[in-house]
């Protein structure tokens, strides 16, 4: 998850509620940039809006925020500190290629754990779409791109949220992950061509062709 977002989790986790205002002074941030991250986290179903506590002021009282039982299940999850303990500990331990070779199989695994049913036998596009619901249903806020080049058509995966926050940054491994993942999940080899992790403003995982393919990264 976005590292704004999983902040705005935690302080409305110590808050119990909050206003945009109030968010916005806490986090540094400003007020526009505050509102895209609380519609993405409202429409993850990680907040809501609740009903303002009785006071005297006078005039339209303020949109007060609180977390669903989703959002308290969310920012409970492992803490992005502990993730980067484990992958600094991890890396002191391997060599690049089996850091590398190691996350390529967790992406395999997790493809696999995400979605049990078997897409094989699923035209492309729809194995896709498939695709791009489990990996929003995990966080990645995926989408699903299709244009047409010198008569060939070209389909893309874009994901506009990163689970692991700026993680990737310095662990590029876990954008290998997700490149095996999503490999995986679409059944046909993919490039990674723009990275959250190098402020682009989506991931974006490229195929051509629309014949399925299922790859082996090990």
Known sequence: MHATRQRILEILQEQGRG?????????????????????????????????????GDVGRPAVHYALTPEGRREVQRCTPWLVEGLLRQLRSLSSPDKMTRLFQHMGQQLARDFESQDLAAMPSVERFQRASQTLSAHGYGATVVQKQVDGESLLSLQTHSCPYGDLPREYRELCQMDLALVSELVGQPCSHDQVLAHDDDCCTFHVTGLGATRIELA
């Open 19 to 55: 206003i945009a205002a109030d968010l916005a002074h806490w986090l540094d941030i400003k007020p526009p940039s505050l509102r895209y991250h609380l519609l993405a986290l409202e429409e993850s179903g990680y907040i809501q809006r609740v009903s303002s506590p009785a006071s």
